[in-house]
């Protein structure tokens, strides 16, 4: 177990334990969607709280950009089941 949160709480829980993960992640903008399995976080251990590393997060933004506006291929496609919630 490590704190990578090093002399934080977590917002949610007030927790002060984390560990750093790989998670799931899904960058959703104007209707486009970017999977990403491998996404570095920090999830506390208290109560599940996910915290996303903010380089990672700008790494996402650009490569989504990248995909989407200057027509780079993705690493691989894939798809996905949907269900209507009604």
């Known amino acids: 177990m490590t704190n990578a949160r090093e002399n ?3 917002y949610y829980c007030g927790g002060q334990e984390f560990e750093e993960r790989r998670v799931k992640y899904i960058y959703t903008r104007e209707g486009k969607h970017l ?3 491998d996404m570095p976080a920090d999830v506390c251990l208290t109560c599940g709280m996910v915290y996303y590393h ?3 997060l700008l790494r996402v933004e650009e490569r989504f950009r990248a995909i989407y506006q200057s027509g780079e291929e993705p690493d691989r496609y894939t798809t996905m089941p949907v269900m209507d919630y009604a």
Do not use: N
């Open 54 to 56: 903010g380089p990672a």
């Open 8 to 10: 934080e709480r977590c």
């Open 35 to 37: 999977f990403v399995p």
